[in-house]
């Protein structure tokens, strides 16, 4: 899985502080003003204190902008369940690639490790695939014949949230008994938003171990063609 963190809204701090002090006071100049006047650290500080104290609607002001290669159909399909601005999903179809294309597929250690169970999974991964040809061969349009490909299917997904929403998904998706794909993406989108803004998640990542999680292992993508 790669995860990129394409765009954002530009001072995410300064942003989040003036939403919470326009509440406070209905000149907008003298608002604007007020991160020029506070210190960053008295700025970071007064956010924790609105997420420590659930007062966190101001963080809905920033907006951050996520592209995801090599996750699985099912993955998106859980992950656009969760509140979002906007999301655009890349579709297998003969407008946009050729029908004898490679179709990559996730693999975990347990099942790359085992000859039989991978054999297994690629007789009935090959067989949806061919189901889905054979059905556009037929004349069936894409756009129906790939609810039979299957959910292992890797695609690519682009989505917005507010800072609000990030927050939201990753409290649900970083701890260890989650979906093992969403929860790589929830600490891939950590540790992006941890170097743009790391108020934002700065409690999520010293609640939560990363000890069990290993990038570079729990997943691999195999491709198959057929």
């Known amino acids: 899985m790669r995860v990129d963190l394409v765009a954002y809204t530009s001072n995410p701090v300064d942003t989040i502080y003036m939403a919470s002090k326009i509440c406070e006071n209905r000149n907008a100049m003298d608002v604007m003003s007020e991160p020029l006047i506070a210190s960053q650290e008295q700025k970071e500080e007064f956010i924790k204190t609105l997420i420590q104290t659930d007062n966190d609607f101001p963080l809905g ?85 790939k609810a039979f490909l299957p959910q292992a299917t890797i695609s690519a997904v682009m989505f917005t949230m507010n800072g609000k929403e990030v927050r939201d998904f990753l409290k649900y998706q970083l701890g260890s008994d989650n979906q093992p794909e969403l929860r790589m993406l929830a600490w891939n989108m950590l540790n992006k938003l941890n170097k743009v803004c790391p108020v934002l998640v700065a409690d999520l990542k010293e609640k939560f171990s990363p000890n069990d999680y290993d990038s570079e292992r729990w997943m691999s993508v195999v491709g198959v063609r057929f």
């Open 61 to 145: 002001h920033v907006t951050f902008t996520f592209l995801v290669e090599n996750i699985s159909f099912m993955g998106i399909h859980q992950l656009i369940q969760y509140p979002m601005v906007s999301h655009s999903q890349y579709i297998h179809s003969d407008k946009y690639a050729d029908l004898e294309f490679r179709i990559p597929y996730p693999l975990c250690d347990q099942m790359n490790d085992n000859e039989e169970v991978k054999e297994l999974v690629f007789n009935f991964l090959g067989q949806g695939v061919n189901f889905y040809l054979a059905l556009i061969k037929l004349g069936i349009p894409p756009e129906y014949a």
